[in-house]
């Protein structure tokens, strides 16, 4: 399981730098030199903190999920891919 959630994240933030042009911290991400990637696990209140607007409008068309919850869309069959 966790390796199919890496690998979701994986292709999560490639599909992000690909959309949002590499544009993933905000300014203040920036100056805390913070890593877009970092952006994808963790906490959700870290994630919305440092991202950037083009990376949270990602986010809404394509929900970022934490492990807990790709585990429960997985277990069920609601992923797109597994």
Do not use: C
């Not at 994240?9 to 730098?17: G, K, M, P, S």
């Not at 030199?33 to 440092?50: N, W």
């Amino acid at each position: 399981m966790n390796h199919e959630y890496l690998r979701h994240v994986d292709y999560q933030y490639l599909a992000a730098v690909d959309t949002t042009a590499g544009v993933l911290v905000n300014q203040l991400g920036k100056v805390d030199r913070i890593d877009g990637f970092s952006l994808f696990r963790g906490t959700e209140s870290r994630a919305k903190r440092y991202a950037s607007e083009e990376l949270l409008e990602f986010w809404e068309q394509h929900p970022r999920l934490t492990l807990r919850e790709y585990e429960e869309q997985w277990t069920q069959g609601k992923l797109e891919y597994q």
